[in-house]
């Protein structure tokens, strides 16, 4: 069965202390890894795709990575407007749905 | 302008009361989605509508029947309520069916069953 887990569950960092959010995948045959930042009270917002491991894609502070089984969105000198939570989301070959992973809530604190 | 807007934002009802929850996108995209968002943060798709056809239909009860009046409209009608129903509701639209990873969503409609 596909299925996306992230971790970690939550993340609190110091403004500037930069990090990696990490965001393992089993899909049958991906079809692209998806990215998402939602603020508390709002829907998620998309920040990414990726389609083939080795892929590398870069908004300001954040860069998301792709393996084969994972993906990485590293955060540089995050600043306190970071703070969220990230989904991870895959689709596969075998189905037209997105699949969510539960997310990482990250706090930085000023 | 907001690109996709639902209604109502909060909605507290009884137990067995029927409900509905209103979603229009006015990004010009054939492909409309409900997610259901539960207390762990999940996000689950429940349906999906491509040009005012339904294309996923996930494992959900029949008491939610989705209806789409136009490819810019997706409403969610919910029967006889139960405490498991609550949860946060999101809209979501696609350009189209084929290229649905960029996903546009709504602000939630955020759903408490008494």
């Known amino acids: 069965e596909d299925q996306v887990t992230q971790s970690p569950e939550a993340l609190r960092l110091q403004e500037g202390e930069s990090s990696s959010l990490n965001c393992s995948y089993t899909?049958?045959?991906?079809?692209?890894l998806f990215w998402y930042r939602q603020d508390p009270g709002k829907g998620p917002e998309f920040l990414f795709t990726?389609?083939?491991a080795g892929e590398e894609k870069e908004k300001e502070r954040l860069k998301a990575t792709l393996t084969k089984k994972e993906s990485f969105l590293h955060i540089t000198a995050p600043k306190p407007e970071d703070s969220a939570t990230y989904l991870c989301a895959v689709r596969g070959t075998s189905y037209d749905k997105v699949i969510f992973g539960p997310g990482t809530s990250l706090s930085v604190i000023p | 302008d907001t690109a996709v807007s639902q209604t109502p934002k909060y909605l507290v009802t009884q137990m067995g009361n029927d409900k509905s929850i209103k979603c229009e996108q006015n990004l010009g995209h054939d492909t409309m989605y409900w997610y259901k968002q539960d207390s762990k943060k999940f996000l689950k798709i429940m349906f999906s509508?491509?040009?005012?056809?339904?294309?996923i239909n996930e494992t959900v009860p029949n008491r939610f029947s989705p209806k789409s009046p136009d490819k810019a409209h997706l409403n969610l009608h919910i029967n006889s309520l139960e405490l498991g129903d609550s949860a946060v509701y999101f809209c979501?639209?696609?350009?189209?069916?084929?290229?649905?990873?960029?996903?546009?969503f709504g602000s939630g409609t955020q759903l408490s069953v008494l």
């Open positions: 990726l389609y083939s």
């Open positions: 899909v049958s045959g991906l079809r692209g």
């Open positions: 509508y491509n040009n005012k056809e339904l294309i």
């Open positions: 979501a639209s696609s350009q189209n069916s084929a290229t649905n990873e960029k996903l546009f």
